[in-house]
């Protein structure tokens, strides 16, 4: 019998995001009077304060009361906010955020030294008319890995926590923890960010259920009960000896059936796809660990140290270790030619305020 559509999702993501090391933080709590307009730096700049160059920074921010609007840098289609919305950018781009008429925009991007140095302290600006409330925070996850899943994504997507008593309590709690007056106590800092992390999270779940049915994509296949259990598997053990046949066993359907559905989704076979997830995993061992080729290579399910130096070379365009070098020498800012292919376009489903 096929798992429940949101058991496999979970299941999944659970997986993956567990591979990517996800790691959270809130980093602002802001009040702002109409009319204001604030821009906001990319997560280039945002990384270079927080020293996680060799890591992917994505942003957020949750609306706890009032309403506004946010846009992608360059990009003249704002997307409407109301109180508990969350807006995500993926990608970490630039973005303007503001409500009322037009204003000069504030650039965040030069207050963003004291903005950290200040932790959660409310700060306050805008025209004197109606308010709006806003929590930052940020997500840092594998520049690598973390590709699989936010290749699908679109630039800016939005959905609202409080349409159900378990997104209200998670807003609540998020609240509770950046408004705590008793900030320095031990402990405050981790809670606030497993509380982002569980909001990213809860995001990713949210808009993976709104997509629409005859959607295609890693995300759509994450919601497939036999693309998802299939994905499961593979990456709960990606090491393990899997065959197409041994894979659809586990499924419970026919190895036609399992390629057919699976490269209707992903555009591949679970064999390539394995490959890549594999190679993806080496990747990402040898910038942050001292291992050897030969053990990253028994780690990520190669047989022999040449078979995984090959197949690595192809998609990096550079052997083992000398991508392992070059990472060490560009702090992983350098994007190596032969990227993975994953999803690299956003969905079609834009997510872009219809959530």
């Not at 906001?40 to 706890?64: C, G, N, Q």
């Not at 929590?135 to 630039?155: A, N, Q």
């Not at 209707?264 to 990747?283: F, I, K, N, V």
């Not at 078979?307 to 060490?328: G, I, V």
């Amino acid at each position: 019998m096929p798992l429940p559509q949101w058991v496999t999702c979970m299941d999944v993501l659970s997986e993956v995001l567990r591979a990517v090391k996800l790691d959270g933080a809130v980093f602002y709590n802001g009040e702002f009077s109409a009319p204001w307009c604030a821009h906001e730096p990319d997560s280039h700049t945002m990384a270079s304060y927080l020293s996680t160059t060799s890591k992917h920074v994505i942003i957020f921010h949750l609306l706890t009361e009032g309403c506004g609007y946010a846009r992608v840098e360059g990009d003249n289609r704002p997307v409407p906010l109301i109180a508990g919305d969350i807006v995500v950018f993926p990608h970490g781009d630039a973005h303007i955020m503001g409500n009322g008429s037009p204003v000069a925009p504030m650039d965040n991007a030069s207050e963003l030294k004291r903005v950290l140095s200040e932790g959660l302290t409310v700060s306050r600006s805008g025209g004197g008319g109606a308010l709006t409330k806003i929590i930052c925070g940020y997500m840092t996850c594998d520049l690598h890995l973390s590709r699989v899943f936010l290749g699908g994504l679109p630039s800016i997507l939005k959905v609202n926590i409080r349409h159900d008593e378990s997104g209200q309590w998670l807003e609540q709690s998020i609240r509770h923890a950046v408004g705590r007056a008793d900030a320095g106590r031990p402990g405050v800092e981790a809670v606030r960010a497993k509380l982002s992390e569980v909001l990213f999270i809860e995001t990713l779940r949210r808009y993976i259920a709104l997509l629409p049915p005859k959607q295609t994509g890693w995300l759509a296949g994450v919601r497939d009960p036999d693309v998802g259990k299939s994905l499961a598997l593979l990456h709960r053990k990606p090491a393990h000896p899997w065959t197409i046949a041994a894979l659809a066993n586990e499924v419970g359907m026919s190895r036609s059936i399992l390629a057919e559905r699976f490269r209707s989704y992903l555009s591949e076979t679970p064999m390539a796809y394995l490959t890549r997830w594999r190679l993806q995993l080496g990747a990402q061992l040898l910038t942050s660990t001292s291992n050897s080729v030969a053990q990253i290579a028994s780690e990520v399910g190669y047989e022999s140290e040449p078979s995984f130096n090959r197949a690595f070379k192809r998609e990096f365009t550079l052997p083992p270790a000398r991508f392992r070098n070059q990472s060490k020498s560009t702090s992983g800012r350098k994007r190596y030619g032969g990227e993975p292919h994953f999803p690299a376009r956003p969905e079609p489903h834009s997510g872009r305020g219809n959530a």
